[in-house]
């Protein structure tokens, strides 16, 4: 069966197919692969799609489009604010939202497209949310106050952040047909969303429900990317027409087959325990054991719960993808 027939029909609940897509959804760990350099993984490979094919996984590409430029004043350190308020923001509006965004990316997409259009990629691409962006500019601990503190300043983000947006939607879908894609938010941690649904309702809703039909008429899945314990968003998330989520962190407390039995048609991707990999074939095993029920389920991809930790062997590495042949087979 061909990659994107085989990503289409899982992400259908079509039970007519080999066996799930195997992938590492996310980009590699630095620390990890300097670990299997020093194991023996060759150097010579490509990072990346080399990666994938070292390693026997399906080809798979993202494309990420950020609404910043390269000019775009960089925070000084992570969680660090960007700006402070209305002033600062209507002062760096210049380094976003740009016309050089959009044509930079559009090159990009279009030559990696052409050149590989036998090659047997599917294509996912992310954009930034709505809780994500306002963010990356308030810095983590000043956006929780900003809901407060600065809500119509909130509000003007989100609606440039969806005007601009719409503007990628329409120059994706002018080359490529993605498979699905990520609302980039991130807005749970392991007790469960950083925000009320009160909050959720006022400030993030509109703009999803401004987003959503607008990929789904393109045939694209929708899928949130939000980590830590998403459980008791998954209603927010069908509230807005979203399809699904990932990454499904176990250590979180996220039971992929609890999310099966409470939401029958929702998707997944991720899921698996990154914290047991590197305790050898009998933890990989029973991991696989415990995420079958969801596997045969349909609209599942199993996938490591975020990205593979640097204490994760390359021998255990390579028993992972063997198990998650044997187990990711559904003929």
Same mark, same amino acid.
């Given at each position: 069966?061909?990659?994107l027939?085989?990503?289409?029909?899982?992400?259908?609940?079509?039970?007519?197919?080999?066996?799930?897509?195997?992938?590492?959804?996310?980009?590699?760990?630095?620390?990890?692969?300097?670990?299997?350099?020093?194991?023996?993984?060759?150097?010579?490979?490509?990072?990346?799609?080399?990666?994938?094919?070292?390693?026997?996984?399906?080809?798979?590409?993202?494309?990420?489009?950020?609404?910043?430029?390269?000019?775009?004043?960089?925070?000084?350190?992570?969680?660090?604010?960007?700006?402070?308020?209305?002033?600062?923001?209507?002062?760096?509006?210049?380094?976003?939202f740009?016309?050089?965004?959009?044509?930079?990316?559009?090159?990009?997409?279009?030559?990696?497209?052409?050149?590989?259009?036998?090659?047997?990629?599917?294509?996912?691409?992310?954009?930034?949310?709505?809780?994500?962006?306002?963010?990356?500019?308030?810095?983590?601990?000043?956006?929780?106050?900003?809901f407060?503190?600065?809500?119509?300043?909130?509000?003007?983000?989100?609606?440039?952040?969806?005007?601009?947006n719409?503007?990628?939607?329409?120059?994706?879908?002018?080359?490529?047909?993605?498979?699905?894609?990520?609302?980039?938010?991130?807005?749970?941690?392991?007790?469960?969303?950083?925000?009320?649904?009160?909050?959720?309702?006022?400030?993030?809703?509109?703009?999803?429900?401004?987003?959503?039909?607008?990929?789904?008429?393109?045939?694209?899945?929708?899928?949130?990317?939000?980590?830590?314990n998403?459980?008791?968003?998954?209603?927010?998330?069908?509230?807005a027409?979203?399809?699904?989520? /990932? @990454?499904?962190? *176990?250590?979180? !407390?996220?039971?992929?087959?609890?999310?099966?039995?409470?939401? +029958? $048609?929702?998707?997944?991707?991720?899921?698996?325990?990154?914290?047991?990999?590197?305790?050898?074939?009998?933890?990989?095993?029973?991991?696989?054991?415990?995420? /079958? @029920?969801?596997? *045969?389920s349909? !609209?599942?991809?199993?996938?490591?719960?975020?990205?593979?930790? +640097? $204490?994760?062997?390359?021998?255990?590495?390579?028993?992972?993808?063997?198990?998650?042949?044997?187990?990711?087979?559904?003929?």
């Open positions: 069966m061909e990659n027939e085989r990503f289409q029909k899982i992400l259908n609940f079509d039970k007519d197919v080999d066996r799930v897509p195997m992938v590492e959804w996310a980009g590699w760990w630095d620390k990890t692969l300097n670990e299997w350099w020093q194991q023996g993984l060759p150097k010579d490979i490509e990072l990346g799609n080399g990666l994938n094919d070292y390693f026997g996984q399906d080809r798979l590409m993202q494309f990420w489009v950020a609404p910043r430029d390269a000019t775009c004043p960089q925070a000084p350190y992570h969680g660090a604010p960007i700006i402070n308020d209305e002033a600062e923001y209507e002062t760096i509006k210049k380094h976003l740009t016309d050089e965004i959009l044509n930079e990316n559009y090159a990009r997409i279009k030559a990696f497209s052409e050149a590989n259009k036998n090659n047997g990629f599917v294509y996912w691409f992310s954009l930034e949310g709505f809780f994500w962006f306002p963010r990356t500019l308030f810095g983590i601990e000043n956006h929780l106050y900003a407060y503190d600065y809500p119509e300043l909130m509000h003007q983000m989100n609606q440039d952040l969806c005007v601009f719409k503007k990628v939607l329409e120059m994706i879908y002018s080359l490529i047909s993605p498979t699905f894609m990520t609302m980039a938010e991130d807005m749970s941690y392991n007790h469960g969303p950083m925000l009320s649904r009160e909050l959720y309702d006022e400030f993030i809703l509109p703009y999803y429900k401004e987003i959503v039909p607008l990929v789904k008429a393109q045939g694209t899945k929708v899928f949130i990317d939000t980590d830590g998403v459980e008791p968003l998954i209603p927010w998330f069908l509230d027409g979203i399809q699904g989520v /990932l @990454p499904l962190e *176990r250590m979180a !407390g996220v039971d992929v087959n609890r999310i099966r039995e409470n939401y +029958p $048609d929702f998707l997944m991707i991720g899921g698996f325990d990154k914290t047991i990999m590197h305790k050898g074939e009998a933890a990989l095993r029973a991991e696989f054991e415990r995420l /079958l @029920p969801a596997i *045969r349909g !609209g599942y991809i199993p996938a490591v719960d975020h990205q593979t930790p +640097p $204490d994760v062997s390359l021998e255990n590495y390579h028993t992972y993808m063997r198990l998650f042949q044997e187990y990711g087979a559904l003929k």
